[in-house]
C-alpha cells in the first residue's frame, strides 16, 4: 500500500481556518486520497475523499497538488468539536483502508 | 435506523478464554470489516467480507476468525485470547461502489 506522512500534532485556535498537511509522494493513478477523523473515544468518521480535482463538502475542503503527492485537509472554522485525530488514507479498488498514526489536532478556546 | 451496533462496549478476559464480538448492520451494505486499534495507534484490519458468504483475511488475522452467513451480521471470535488481543475492536461497513466507511462506536477488549 502506498504510504502518508502527516506531522504528529498540530494546534488551532477556535474559528480560525486549520490546514492539516499529507505528503503521499508514491501514490498511483488509481488511488483516491480519503480522510477520517476519530473523536475521542469513538469510532473514525468520514470526512472527505477525492482523486485529482479539489473536493469541497459540509465538513471540510481537500486541495489535492497538482502532481497528486501532497494533498491538505482544510477546516474552514474551527470548533472545539473538530479536536481529533485526522487521518489521511490512500485507497482504491478494494477500499481496505489502511490507516497510519494521523494527526492530532488540538483547538485552544 | 442504528447504522452499525457492535456489542458488548467493554469486555475483560482471561488468558485462554474464547468470545465472540457481534456486529450488525442495518443499512444493507454489502461490505463489512474488522479493524483494531491499539493505544495511540492507527486501525490495523483483521478481517473482511464483500457479502454473505464470502471473507478474507486482512492485515492481522492470527488468532481472530470470522463468519457472514448474512447480510446484516459479521461477528468476529477470538478463541484463545492473549494479553496482545487487548485492543479497542472496531467494526465497519461500506456500501459496493461508495467511498466511505461507517464505522460501529467498538469493543474494548482486555485480556488478563
Known amino acids: 500500500d502506498a504510504k502518508t506522512t502527516q506531522p504528529n500534532s498540530m494546534e488551532s485556535n477556535e474559528e480560525e481556518p486549520v490546514h492539516l498537511p499529507c505528503n503521499h509522494s508514491?501514490?498511483?493513478?488509481?488511488?483516491?486520497i480519503h480522510w477520517y477523523r476519530q473523536l475521542p473515544s469513538q469510532g473514525p468518521e468520514y470526512v472527505i475523499h477525492g482523486l485529482t480535482s479539489n473536493v469541497n463538502n459540509r465538513m471540510a475542503s481537500l486541495a489535492i497538488a497538482e502532481d497528486r503527492k501532497s494533498s491538505t485537509l482544510i477546516l474552514h472554522r474551527a470548533t472545539l468539536r473538530d479536536a481529533a485525530v485526522y487521518y489521511c488514507i490512500l485507497g482504491a479498488g478494494s477500499y481496505q483502508l489502511t490507516f497510519g498514526k494521523g494527526t492530532k489536532l488540538s483547538v485552544i478556546p | 435506523n442504528a447504522g452499525v451496533t457492535q456489542t458488548p462496549k467493554f469486555r475483560i478476559l482471561k488468558i485462554g478464554q474464547s468470545m465472540t464480538l457481534q456486529c450488525a448492520q442495518d443499512?444493507?451494505?454489502?461490505?463489512m470489516y474488522w479493524y483494531r486499534q491499539d493505544p495511540g495507534m492507527g486501525l490495523k484490519l483483521i478481517y473482511y467480507?464483500?457479502?454473505?458468504?464470502?471473507?478474507d483475511k486482512g492485515e492481522v488475522p492470527n488468532g481472530y476468525n470470522v463468519s457472514r452467513s448474512t447480510t446484516e451480521d459479521f461477528p468476529l471470535r477470538l478463541e484463545l485470547a492473549a494479553p496482545s488481543q487487548t485492543s479497542v475492536y472496531f467494526c465497519?461497513?461500506?456500501?459496493?461502489?461508495?467511498?466511505?466507511?461507517?464505522f460501529g462506536p467498538g469493543t474494548r477488549l482486555t485480556v488478563l
Open positions: 467480507s464483500v457479502g454473505a458468504g464470502i471473507t
Open positions: 508514491t501514490i498511483s493513478g488509481t488511488d483516491y
Open positions: 465497519a461497513t461500506r456500501r459496493r461502489g461508495g467511498n466511505e466507511q461507517f
Open positions: 443499512m444493507n451494505h454489502n461490505y
